[in-house]
């Protein structure tokens, strides 16, 4: 039976097409877009409100399930995909996957890869006691994105840049009108895996598109970002100064482990992956070159085995006795347990002239920022130099006049921001100036 139709933060129509905003709208993260176009219902992103789960929860205080949280407006109301021909998310980080097993076992979800979903939030969240076990959707419903082509709904997955790999942005071809979903994305990727979006358009014939729904996170925002030329510097600067480098990577971040792969092959370190959510990563850089393996060692600390054949070593035994041999990469906290167990052992861990690269890729939006915050004033106790780089997951604000000139929409609709009036005011300044050009 269908259930009473939940109410959207924000409606839009044009020529017919709804677009229904369920999470997203004035606030940074918990996307979910509705596309209604006649007898056809799209759903894109399906994420978690972190900023209202943050008003409800902490400490002990911790979701009870799905229903609490989708009444508490946290999550989109599961009857929002009833009807849906599909609900495709755009990449897996837990802003835009949301609580995926409470979708209908009938309702298809498309992921940017399944088999990327599986070694992560699959292997990561399956068996959590706490509300993450809610993320992980029924496999048997899920489907990898069709890349650069139609489907059978008329959506093409574009591939695009941003920390979390993969990472999609969705082309509508509708009836007779065009929309644009970006999900999450930058224009200046650390690693350029795909092509740029002006090349896609033009292979797919797509001069402009009538709607852009647009993440706009950076735009009004008072944190100051690194280019890609910053980025590149404060890396390679530290690898040349200092005797050892420790590098905090998001298990999801791609991009970040082949550019750190660059900088060991030219530096002559080896890489030592510490974290046992940044192991499947390891069977995609073996497939784009196996000889990148050749030298990557894995902590024997962990308890869980690489997907791949590679080395071992022992971060209490070597690597902490001669760390100007490597670049140590882990996943903070992991990194913090490690250090605090040697420590508890009676291990003197003694990380004076070494340097902590804390990659900061996510707005403040995000649990990481307690998160590093606390692991600075750790790494800091044991002589570490920490430095906080954020190279934005996201557009910087200088490059939206590109995209607008790239996209050349009818309609915007800004999403993913503090700041959507300030988005719209900019996009009718930068219209107005494609018109009269």
């Known amino acids: 039976m269908k259930g009473t139709e939940v109410k959207p933060q924000k409606l839009f129509e ?34 978690v409100r972190f900023s209202l789960m943050r008003r409800f929860y902490g400490g002990r205080v911790e979701p009870l399930g799905p229903v609490e949280m989708s009444n508490l407006g946290i999550v989109p109301d599961p009857t929002v995909t009833e009807g849906a021909s599909a609900v495709y998310i755009s990449h897996l980080h837990l802003d835009h996957v949301g609580l995926l097993s409470a979708v209908d076992s009938s309702t298809r979800i498309v992921l940017p890869d399944r088999d990327v979903a599986k070694a992560t939030i699959g292997n990561w969240y399956e068996r959590s006691h706490r509300w993450l076990a809610y993320v992980v959707p029924q496999w048997s419903s899920t489907a990898s994105a069709k890349l650069l082509s139609q489907d059978e709904n008329s959506v093409v997955a574009i591939p695009v840049s941003h920390s979390a790999y993969p990472a999609m942005s969705f082309l509508y071809l509708g009836r007779g009108r065009t929309l644009f979903y970006s999900g999450d994305f930058r224009l200046q990727a650390l690693v350029q895996l795909n092509p740029p979006l002006e090349e896609v358009l033009k292979k797919l014939g797509v001069d402009s598109v009538d709607v852009a729904i647009v993440e706009a996170t950076n ?17 390679r600067s530290s690898v040349e100064v200092f005797n050892g480098v420790t590098v905090s990577v998001d298990p999801h971040d791609l991009e970040s482990m082949l550019y750190l792969y660059r900088i060991a092959e030219e530096s002559g370190r080896d890489v030592v992956v510490a974290s046992e959510r940044i192991l ?45 041999s490597y670049i140590v990469i882990a996943e903070p906290v992991h990194l913090l347990e490690i250090l605090r167990k040697l420590k508890t052992q009676g291990m ?25 915050t606390v692991l600075a004033r750790w790494l800091g106790m044991f002589g570490a130099q920490v430095l906080r780089v954020r190279f934005s997951g996201h557009y910087h604000p200088h490059h939206f006049k590109h995209l607008i000139q790239v996209l050349k929409p009818r309609r915007l609709i800004p999403v993913h921001t503090e700041n959507p009036e300030l988005v719209l005011r900019l996009f009718e300044k930068y219209s107005t100036s494609l018109k009269t050009h």
């Not at 999470?23 to 993260?29: A, D």
């Not at 735009?219 to 890396?235: A, K, P, Q, W």
């Not at 024997?300 to 071992?312: K, T």
């Not at 003197?348 to 307690?370: I, M």
């Open 14 to 47: 044009y020529d017919g097409t709804l677009v229904k905003l369920y999470g997203g709208f004035g606030e940074v993260g918990g996307n979910c877009v509705v596309v209604e176009d006649r007898d056809r219902k799209l759903v894109f992103d399906y994420g």
């Open 219 to 235: 735009i009004g925002s008072r944190i100051t970002l690194v280019t890609r030329s910053g980025f590149d510097e404060v890396v």
């Open 280 to 324: 499947w990563m390891l069977r995609l850089i073996y497939e784009r070159n196996p000889k990148d393996l050749s030298r990557t060692l894995v902590a024997q600390e962990l308890s869980r085995p690489p997907p791949v054949s590679v080395g071992s070593v022992s971060l209490a035994g070597e690597v902490f006795r001669d760390m100007g």
């Open 348 to 372: 003197e861990v003694d990380l004076t002239g070494t340097v902590a690269l804390l990659l900061d890729p996510e707005p403040r939006e995000t649990v990481r920022e307690v998160e590093n």
